[in-house]
């Protein structure tokens, strides 16, 4: 069973930058698609990006030009690098394959205000 764990979260004004992480234990990580997901308060979970076992991204509208997705197979480690970030960026962000299929982690606060 693949265990989830988020990190990179915290803090940041208005137009700032973080860098998230996904470590995931087990063997399937560099065969899957993953994806990164976010939940807003009061809000239902929504998709921010996926990329392929082979490194192909793509992106929701609300984020494309300001996140970039990677991925380190040998480490089983997805990142998300944020820049230029706003209020609306502000939810607890998830990691997950693409479909889901694996349990939730505990996921990372990102906050965006000044």
């Known amino acids: 069973q693949v265990q989830l764990v988020e990190s990179g979260g915290g803090l940041v004004q208005p137009g700032g930058s973080l860098r998230l992480s996904c470590a995931a234990s087990?063997?399937?990580?560099?065969?899957?698609?993953m994806g990164w997901y976010r939940q807003a308060p009061g809000k239902q979970r929504e998709f921010v990006a996926r990329i392929s076992s082979g490194g192909f991204s793509n992106y929701a509208d609300s984020v494309k030009g300001r996140f970039t997705l990677s991925r380190d197979n040998a480490k089983n480690t997805l990142y998300l690098q944020m820049n230029s970030l706003k209020p609306e960026d502000t939810a607890v962000y998830y990691c997950?394959?693409?479909?889901?299929?694996?349990?939730w982690g505990q996921g990372t606060q990102v906050t965006v205000s000044s």
């Open positions: 087990g063997s399937s990580f560099s065969a899957n698609t």
């Open positions: 997950n394959a693409f479909p889901l299929a694996y349990p």
